[in-house]
């Protein structure tokens, strides 16, 4: 109901308001001469197959995305899935079991052989954990990773 009250207060003042008038009447003229120049245009013949082609083309790539961020998401979230099972805090337990072993072993050999061995291999261990660490970062920056919008 209000907005019919505002159509009739537009009309009336359209009907005592010569320069309002003037401005629909452009305005309307401006919306024919649009239409006019729009119908001349000519619409090429392959209009259509190269929309529908685009449209599959985009679909085959949203499926690509599709499929490698469902592999992203189960590598990332299987950690967290992990973290709460039970084998994993069995597989836990044993691994800081065996890590407990490894370095009480090696104490038990530093005390046994010459510093310089020991320092020796603390320093060839820095050397593999940085070269490691290269990689790994050589692998992520190289790594993409396309968004999805679905």
């Known amino acids: 109901m ?3 009250r505002c159509v009739e207060e537009i009309e009336a ?3 005592c308001c010569p320069d309002c008038r ?3 009447n452009e305005l309307a003229a401006l919306r024919e001469e649009i239409n006019l120049s729009i119908a001349g245009i ?3 013949t392959n209009l259509s197959v190269r929309i529908l082609s685009a449209i599959e083309k985009e679909q085959q790539n949203t499926a690509k995305d599709i499929w490698l961020t469902g592999i992203l998401l189960a590598v990332f979230a299987s950690p967290v899935l ?3 099972s039970r084998t994993f805090s069995s597989v836990f337990h044993l691994a800081y079991l065996t890590g407990t072993a490894f370095w009480r072993s090696l104490i038990t050999l530093v005390t046994f052989i010459s510093p310089w061995v020991t ?3 603390g320093i060839l261990s820095l050397f593999v ?3 490691g660490l290269y990689i790994i970062k050589t692998l992520l920056t190289k790594f993409e990773v396309n968004e999805v919008i679905v």
């Open 129 to 131: 954990m940085a070269i």
């Open 22 to 24: 003037k401005v629909i």
């Open 82 to 84: 992990l973290l709460f």
């Open 119 to 121: 320092v020796s291999v």
């Open 2 to 4: 209000e907005c019919m």
């Open 13 to 15: 003042h359209l009907e």
């Open 42 to 44: 000519p619409i090429p």
